[in-house]
Nanobody, 124 residues
C-alpha cells in the first residue's frame, strides 16, 4: 500500500515563501508521477504542479508559473513544492497525489494515491 504524507504548510505573509514536502512510502517511488493539488473553500480541487517519473518533466498551472517549483528526490522518496512570492489567492489545502505512470496526469481522477493535505494560509 502506498502512503503519502505532506508537511510544510502554515501561515505566511504576502510575498513570503513555504516549501511543502510529500513523502511517498514504497520501494518503487521513482516510477510514480506526483502532483500537487489545492482546494480552497467553495472551489474545485485544481492541479498546481506535477512531476513525471523517470525524466522528471514538470507541469505548472498558469497562476503559479515563475513562483512555484516542483522537484523530486528519489533517494528520499520525496517531492517538494517550493512556493515563493505567495499571494492571498494561494490560500488553500494542498494535497499531493501519486500514480504509477510515465506521464504527467492533469486530472485528479487519474491519481490513485492521495495524502491527507496540509493547510497553507497567506495573510495580507
Amino acid at each position: 500500500q502506498v502512503q503519502l504524507v505532506e508537511s510544510g504548510g502554515g501561515l505566511v505573509q504576502v510575498g513570503g515563501s513555504l516549501r511543502l514536502s510529500c513523502v511517498v512510502s514504497g520501494r518503487t517511488f521513482k516510477t510514480y508521477a506526483v502532483g500537487w493539488f489545492r482546494q480552497a473553500p467553495g472551489k474545485e480541487r485544481e492541479l498546481v504542479a506535477a512531476i513525471s517519473s523517470v525524466v522528471s518533466s514538470t507541469y505548472y498551472t498558469n497562476s503559479v508559473k515563475g513562483r512555484f517549483t516542483i522537484s523530486r528526490d528519489n533517494a528520499k522518496n520525496t517531492v517538494y513544492l517550493q512556493m515563493n512570492s505567495l499571494k492571498p489567492e494561494d490560500t488553500a489545502v494542498y494535497y499531493c497525489a501519486a500514480d504509477r505512470t510515465l506521464n504527467i496526469h492533469t486530472d485528479h481522477d487519474e491519481y490513485e494515491y492521495w495524502g491527507q493535505g496540509t493547510q497553507v494560509t497567506v495573510s495580507s
